[in-house]
């Protein structure tokens, strides 16, 4: 594993109590960094801090800007500061053709992976301002560029992070914040729990590779982004997809 220099450095990372998000903080301590995990699931999340060196765990449902703003005013007195702000919360939802698709279902998906990460910049920007530096990492999905059937909720979703990477990386050009995010191809983690089995060979059967990708894999590309080497990327989205993806 290269060790991405994250020394002295303060880093969010939201949903990760478990899966991708679990693996990006396992990775961002390795480099050095401080880790604070935002997530709904203060049991889960405080079980992963505590296995992890230099982390701590703070509640956030980050739908929800007050419960946001409570978690940064701790991460402040706990750890510092933050450097780098990787936006990872999400969900996949259920699988329906779109005249099918509950409201309500699909309300959610798009409050959690896309007003979520709204929240969360809009929250730890003016930190990160004040500051002069800092990194942003959202985390799309193959999905927000090609669209997956029975699933729009989260291709909408994931579109709309892609265009919100673009738009504030454009916005903070002029600064030492860059923002950037991930395209993943699937990875085999909890959000397959949400899914039809008919929804997950169709992911696997689009994959030139033939495997899903590994939280680990998506991981190491997140410390690069997170770090200060990544200097001259932003707006920008990163592929990460086994060769699916055509654009």
Known sequence: ?????????????????????????????????????????????????????????????????????KALRETLDTLGPPDILVNNAGISGPNFPLVSYPPAEWRRVVEVDLFGTYYCCRAVLPVMEKRGYGRIVNIASIAGKEGNPNASAYSAAKAGVIALTKSLGKELAGSAIRVNCVTPAAARTDLFAQMSEAQIDYMLAKIPIGRFALVEEIAALVAWLASEECSFSTGAAFDLSGGRATY
């Not at 995990?37 to 449902?61: G, H, L, N, V």
């Open 1 to 69: 594993m290269n060790r991405i220099d994250l020394e002295g450095r303060v880093a969010i990372v939201t949903g990760g109590a478990r899966g991708i998000g679990k693996a990006i903080a396992q990775r961002l301590s390795a480099s050095g960094a401080r880790v604070a995990i935002w997530d709904s699931d203060a049991a889960e999340a405080a079980k992963t801090a505590k296995a992890i060196t230099e982390s701590r765990s703070f509640p956030a449902d980050v739908t929800l800007p007050e419960g946001i703003e």
